[in-house]
């Protein structure tokens, strides 16, 4: 079956770092999204990794791993707007995204 | 640019009756998607269309039915409502359906009673 992993909940403090983790097993790959979600808003697009290693884009930067079938989202300068839900997404070999339950990062000051 | 338009935003409707959850987008996107979303558990996409006049089964398509007569639109509906059909749902597009990432609508909350 297909499956992607991520831990539930972080909580972290403002100004710190923190990377959420996600393993995935999926019938193809065609790519991993990171989207964030605000508490009762819509998912909003983070990222995209089609091949291995990081990209960066301002604070947040995302890590691939296809061999170990493994990516995180790595969160720098922690600001209290950053507490959200973090989605991990893969894209399988239809293009179709299979969705982790999501990560709640509660930033405390 | 409004970008992708759900409605409604909630609605509470009693089991039985037939319910269709509106979704419109203003950037001539190929693919959209219906997602439902439940507490625990990932988007669960329900039926997509890849281009307007076809739709496919998603992961949970049953007591659901989509039509895609022109590019902008994607009604989603509910023939006859359940109580396990209480969820949020999720229109969303992007450009093709094998490229770029999904853009969502606001969503829409439905309690069936």
């Known amino acids: 079956g297909q499956n992607i992993d991520q831990p539930t909940e972080m909580t972290a403090t403002e100004g710190a770092i923190v990377q959420i983790n996600c393993t995935y097993q999926?019938?193809?790959?065609?790519?991993l999204f990171w989207y964030q979600q605000h508490a009762g808003e819509a998912p909003t697009f983070l990222s995209y990794?089609?091949l291995d290693g990081l990209e960066e884009k301002g604070r947040f930067s995302s890590f691939l791993s296809r061999s170990k079938g493994y990516s995180y989202l790595l969160l720098k300068e922690l600001q209290m707007k950053d507490s959200a839900s973090y989605l991990c997404?893969?894209?399988?070999?239809?293009?179709?995204?299979?969705w982790g339950a999501g990560t709640k990062l509660i930033i405390k000051p | 640019i409004a970008g992708i338009t759900q409605a409604p935003t909630s609605q509470i409707l009693a089991a039985g009756r037939r319910m269709t959850l509106r979704c419109t987008q203003d950037?001539?996107?190929?693919?959209m998607y219906w997602y439902r979303q439940d507490l625990g558990l990932g988007l669960r996409l329900i039926h997509y269309?890849?281009?307007?006049?076809?739709?496919g089964k998603g992961e949970v398509p049953d007591g659901y039915s989509v039509s895609r007569a022109n590019t902008d639109d994607f009604p989603l509906t509910l023939a006859s409502a359940v109580p396990s059909q209480t969820s949020v749902y999720f229109c969303?597009?992007?450009?093709?359906?094998?490229?770029?990432?999904?853009?969502f609508g606001e969503g829409s909350r439905l309690t069936v009673l």
């Open positions: 269309s890849n281009t307007a006049g076809t739709t």
């Open positions: 999926t019938s193809g790959f065609n790519g």
């Open positions: 950037m001539r996107h190929n693919a």
């Open positions: 969303a597009s992007r450009t093709s359906p094998d490229t770029g990432e999904l853009f």
């Open positions: 997404a893969v894209q399988d070999s239809n293009y179709q995204l299979i």
């Open positions: 990794n089609v």
